[in-house]
């Protein structure tokens, strides 16, 4: 039996590792000061525990628009129509930023700095971005979803594209396919599932960054549920709070069933 | 020889389905821009106007958000380590395999859905209302956040392992603390870590807007620039989130493939 005689260092790196992760820790814990916590946090989220129990039920639907079903529907628009819309612009960036080749490739390497840079902006600065455009309200929602979507997506679909099997391409040029026939026989129909389970994915989380833009005014739920939490009427902030948590399970679910078909 | 071509069904011949799909596609996409009333005039100068103005940084800003930049990125530790710490336990409760109970694994992942359904700048605002503004509702919301996420991560983890070494405590007489320490824990603890440090990315990316809404870190400059028109100054904050985002996502990806 051949016993390695490990050198010191490989007898100390764990040790080393772990207290690099401690202090680091230690370094964060350092930073936040854990008191100053408002004297009535109890009373408040005792007021919102009992808002979420007696919900006000009134406020789900009122049949002229300013109730909770249509700002529900408002954000499940904006999520819709920023994720698909954005799919679409998505796939020639995801061409642009796929690496196929080994080593280094100009077009991919410009590809995915551009996707990089769009992907930075946080989806709330885009809305105050083009709020400033096109004015307060859903519009400025949607293009703030659906530029932010093309940055993500692009991202996940040239993955996709890189870890696509060659073998239908290399098939259909040994057979003496052109590129267009290429891309129509053997690409696209190994992608295209690949795309409509990562645009679904990306829908769900959509839907969840939807409900909160309205807080900047980009239309929404989250205009409605700011506009209760800083009046301090918990019973529709209770009712608010329960419309997107079976919203946001509702859309997980029948997503989450069609990808499941999908792969199959 | 007079084999015909099999006749496909009257639907599939026709890609009904496809058609269909297609249609509600179409139908739903218009009833969305219906909805949120896509087409409004762009006033393209506005919008350009602050692009010319986001491309000349003032860098004299810099030194002023390093702070704040450093308070983000604690934020985001502080957060990740408290929500994946409380998730070790609630994971095991909800893994097919450690807990025999249908009733108490189905009530724990149902009560988790529900937590991991509210999104994360969401529970910021609810933090906010109730311990008031500042780094705390911040670190809260990141903590309710990371729980979800490292819950589902881990107790999906722990439902794949080898049932083999369970099996083998459980014969020896261990009982229930000596099989997780022994039995569970080993087998995890690779990809424990690596989802800690996948969470801890997100968490950074997600603490530096939060700060819009009052729960500290460098959200809160943000605001402030963009109400106040500095554009210029903007670009400053969103080019420092930028650093810290990669140079954490580089780190994390180097440990994780070590780890891996």
Same mark, same amino acid.
């Given at each position: ?6 050198? #010191? =260092? ?12 401690? @202090?680091?820790?230690? +370094? ?11 004297d ?8 919102? #525990? ?10 789900? =639907? ?13 954000? !499940?628009?904006?999520?819709? !129509? ?43 600065? #885009? ?34 594209i ?20 290429? !891309? ?30 309205g807080? @900047? ?14 009046t301090? +009427? ?11 948590? @079976? ?18 | ?10 639907? &599939? ?50 030194p ?20 994946g ?10 893994? &097919? ?11 724990v992942?149902?009560?988790m ?132 985002v ?11 493939e070590?780890?891996?």
């Amino acid at each position: 039996m051949i016993t390695r005689k490990r050198s #010191l =260092y490989q007898h100390i790196r764990p040790y080393l590792v772990v207290t690099l992760a401690m @202090v680091i820790i230690a +370094w964060a814990f350092s930073g936040i000061q854990f008191t100053g916590i408002k004297d009535s946090a109890g009373q408040i989220l005792g007021a919102i #525990l009992s808002g979420l129990c007696h919900p006000d039920w009134s406020f789900v =639907y009122s049949g002229h628009g300013e109730d909770l079903t249509s700002a529900l529907l408002e954000t !499940l628009a904006i999520a819709f !129509l920023g994720t698909i819309v954005s799919a679409i612009i998505a796939v020639p960036f995801a061409f642009w930023a796929a690496k196929v080749t080994k080593g280094f490739s100009l077009r991919s390497t410009t590809g995915k700095l551009i996707l990089t840079i769009i992907r930075v902006f946080p989806e709330l600065v #885009l809305a105050i971005m083009f709020i400033k455009a096109v004015g307060p309200g859903a519009f400025a929602g949607v293009l703030a979803m659906g530029v932010h979507s093309i940055g993500m997506m692009g991202k996940l679909f040239s993955e996709g594209i890189e870890n696509l099997n060659r073998g239908p391409e290399e098939a259909v040029i040994a057979a003496g396919g052109s590129r267009i026939d290429t !891309l129509n026989w053997a690409t696209l129909p190994a992608m295209v599932p690949e795309f409509i389970n990562y645009t679904l994915y990306r829908f769900e989380i959509a839907v969840r960054s939807a409900s909160i833009l309205g807080i @900047v005014g980009a239309g929404g739920v989250g205009a409605p549920l700011i506009f209760a939490l800083s009046t301090r +009427w918990w019973s529709r902030v209770g009712i608010i709070l329960i419309g997107i948590i @079976v919203m946001v399970t509702v859309i997980d679910w029948v997503s989450g069933a069609i990808r499941q078909n999908l792969l199959k | 020889m007079n084999q015909t071509i099999p006749k496909r069904p009257f639907i &599939k011949e026709w890609h009904v389905k496809g058609y269909i799909i297609f249609l509600l596609l179409n139908f739903a996409l218009i009833l969305s821009a219906r909805i949120t009333e896509v087409g409004q005039d762009f006033s393209s100068e506005q919008f350009f106007d602050l692009f010319v103005k986001m491309a000349h940084p003032d860098w004299s800003f810099l030194p002023s958000i390093i702070t704040p930049l450093l308070q983000t990125v604690q934020m985001a530790i502080v957060g990740t380590v408290i929500g994946g710490l409380i998730a070790i336990p609630v994971a095991l409760l909800a893994a &097919k395999n450690i807990v025999r109970n249908p009733f108490v694994r189905f009530t724990v992942r149902f009560i988790m859905n529900l937590i991991r359904s509210i999104p994360e700048m969401l529970l910021a605002a609810l933090f906010v209302a109730v311990v008031g503004i500042g780094v705390l509702s911040g670190v809260g919301a990141l903590s309710v956040f990371s729980f979800g996420m490292m819950f589902k991560l881990l107790y999906e983890a722990i439902e794949t392992i080898d049932q083999g070494p369970i099996e083998a405590m459980r014969a020896a007489g261990g009982n229930h603390t000596q099989i997780v320490v022994f039995a569970v824990i080993p087998q995890v603890l690779n990809q424990y870590l690596s989802f800690v440090l996948y969470t801890l990315e997100i968490n950074v990316r997600s603490s530096a807007v939060l700060g819009y809404l009052g729960a500290g870190g460098i959200g809160l400059y943000l605001n402030t620039t963009l109400e106040t028109f500095r554009y210029d100054r903007t670009a400053v904050v969103i080019l420092g989130i930028l650093v810290v985002v990669i140079l954490v996502d580089v780190l994390s990806n180097k440990t994780r493939e070590a780890l891996s």
